[in-house]
Nanobody, 126 residues
């Protein structure tokens, strides 16, 4: 089994920054594609960013492109989401997900991921 734990959420002012971390254990971390998703109250969970096993390929939702950066450190079994220029509409619970089966073509699909963290709250004040 794979354990996935997010951290780094909090309350920030609009225009500020946060860095989320996701630690995974129980398997060889480098064999997993990793994704970040978020869910705001009353809305469906949506794709935010994903990264390939080696870190060579990344994808972003149009709503965060240019502001968020996903990265990974396989030696530390950790994936990060650097969030800059935060907006109130970024307020949501952010979830980290992992899967060993997904490809670059499919790693943006939230329904495909096998392992999920419990989420961390990000609140951006106006």
């Amino acid at each position: 089994q794979v354990q996935v734990v997010e951290s780094g959420g909090g309350l920030v002012q609009a225009g500020g920054s946060l860095r989320l971390s996701c630690a995974a254990s129980g398997r060889i971390f480098s064999s997993y594609v990793m994704g970040w998703f978020r869910q705001a109250p009353g809305k469906e969970r949506e794709f935010v960013a994903a990264i390939s096993r080696s870190g060579g390929t990344t994808y972003y939702a149009d709503s965060v492109k240019g502001r968020f950066t996903i990265s990974r450190n396989n030696a530390k079994n950790t994936v990060y989401l650097q969030m800059n220029s935060l907006k109130p509409e970024d307020t949501a619970v952010y979830y980290c997900a992992a899967d060993s089966r997904l490809t670059i073509a499919t790693m943006r699909g939230l329904e495909k991921y096998e392992y999920w963290g419990q989420g961390t709250q990000v609140t951006v004040s106006s």
